[in-house]
């Protein structure tokens, strides 16, 4: 059974950078996305970036020029890195895998707050 653990989140001010991590265990597809997603209160739950194995990239506009996604297949980790950020980026974030072939699979979420 495949497994997605998030560690990085916390809280700081606004401007300031977080690294989020999610390590997939279990039997992996090696053909895949992994990505992230967050949820604001109140609000829907949206994309924010996902990357192909190959590693073909996507983001949402809000993310754009502020946040990076990379991942590692050896580890099968995958990896934001967000900068600049805003008390609207307050969410939970969430980790999803998409095996080819497969059902998603979902993290449990972490939790990043933005003060201003």
Not at 6 to 34: K, P, T, V, W, Y
């Amino acid at each position: 059974q495949v497994q997605l653990v998030e560690s990085g989140g916390g809280l700081l001010q606004a401007g300031g950078s977080l690294r989020l991590s999610c390590a997939a265990s279990g039997s992996i597809s090696r053909f895949n996305h992994m990505g992230w997603y967050r949820q604001a209160p109140g609000k829907q739950r949206e994309l924010v970036a996902v990357i192909s194995s190959s590693g073909t990239t996507h983001y949402a506009d809000s993310a754009k020029g502020r946040f990076t996604i990379s991942r590692d297949n050896a580890k099968n980790t995958v990896y934001l890195q967000m900068n600049s950020l805003k008390p609207e980026d307050t969410a939970v974030y969430y980790c999803i895998l998409k095996p080819l072939g497969a059902l998603d699979v979902w993290g449990k979420g972490t939790l990043v707050t933005v003060s201003s």
